[in-house]
């Protein structure tokens, strides 16, 4: 999320870019992966759509591409915490094991 700015960021809240006032509907947070957040936000009267990415700018999207783009975000975070889920077994499984392993040698 945006942070260093005298705006607020977060979903509902109008911010100004450039000359626009626009709302801010959505954003994807890539925490971790070094790469800039995304912002789906509308004008005030919610008839067109734009995606602000900092550093990149902003540029008009159509409703059918914000979909997109949040469903494989989606499909991401699914996918991570598959793998995440998996490591978690895994360490939990190792550490049975080891305890395991401890309390016949007691």
């Given amino acids: ?3 260093n700015t005298k705006q ?3 979903v509902g ?3 100004k870019v450039g000359f626009m006032s626009l709302v801010v509907r959505g954003a994807i947070t890539t925490p971790g992966d070094s790469l800039p957040d995304v912002y789906f936000l509308t004008n005030l009267a ?4 734009y995606e602000f990415t900092p550093h990149n700018g902003c540029r008009a999207v159509s409703l059918e591409e914000v979909q997109h ?3 494989q975000f989606r499909i991401a975070l ?3 915490a ?3 889920v998996a490591v978690a077994i895994q360490r ?3 550490a049975a094991k080891f305890n395991e392993f401890f309390a016949v040698a007691s």
Avoid at 46 to 49: A, N, Q, S, V
């Fill in 46 to 49: 919610g008839t067109k759509c």
């Fill in 8 to 10: 607020n960021w977060t």
């Fill in 92 to 94: 939990a499984t190792a």
């Fill in 82 to 84: 598959a793998a995440q």
């Fill in 69 to 71: 783009r949040v469903s």
């Fill in 78 to 80: 699914e996918q991570n």
């Fill in 1 to 3: 999320m945006i942070r």
């Fill in 13 to 15: 809240q109008t911010v």
